[in-house]
């Protein structure tokens, strides 16, 4: 879990200006060991693992800090008042969800440099960043599938 503290999201807040706290960095390790979705309870639950002294005020101010640097992005998955958290690698995340079970299927190559240039020049905005999500019926969920009930 010390491994947060060679992450490049600790440059990210530095060259930000932010001072690199210890719970800061707990809820870093937590999401860089996530691969890929986590509810602010989940980080709060592993956080308490690694450092039992730091309180879930100060993880919900730090998930903040990290949604307003880009680190990760909120999402709202079946219109619920609580967000799950991705970690934007590399600047971006994708992902299918099936609105049936939930199950999501991540993918990595979005194909989006075109449209990301096309959107910089037409509105003069420096994109940071994307949250894509397709959602659909996986193939489990579709009517027909085999193993339903
Ligand atoms: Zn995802
Ligand atoms: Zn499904
Ligand atoms: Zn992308």
């Keep these: 879990m010390s491994n947060a503290h060679h992450s490049p ?6 060259s930000a200006g932010y001072r690199v706290t210890r719970a800061r960095l707990a ?3 937590v999401l860089e060991a996530e691969q890929g ?27 903040d800090l990290f949604t307003q640097l880009g680190i990760i992005r909120p999402t709202y998955i079946d219109t619920s008042l609580t967000p799950t958290y991705v970690m934007m690698r590399g600047g ?4 299918v969800i099936c609105t049936a079970c939930k199950s ?3 993918f990595e190559d979005c194909g989006l ?14 994109i940071s960043g ?3 999500e397709f959602f659909g019926v996986c193939a489990d ?6 193993g339903g009930s």
Excluded: M, Y
């Design 9 to 14: 999201h600790v440059e990210v807040l530095k």
């Design 27 to 29: 809820v870093l390790a």
């Design 37 to 63: 979705h986590i509810t602010s309870a989940g980080v709060i639950a592993q956080v308490e693992r690694i450092d039992p002294t730091i309180g879930r005020a100060s993880v919900f101010r730090a998930l």
């Design 92 to 95: 971006h995340h994708h992902h």
């Design 104 to 106: 999501f299927f991540e």
């Design 113 to 126: 440099e075109a449209v990301t240039g096309n959107l910089e020049r037409t509105l003069g905005i420096k």
């Design 130 to 132: 994307h949250l894509l």
């Design 141 to 146: 969920c579709l009517p027909g599938a085999s």
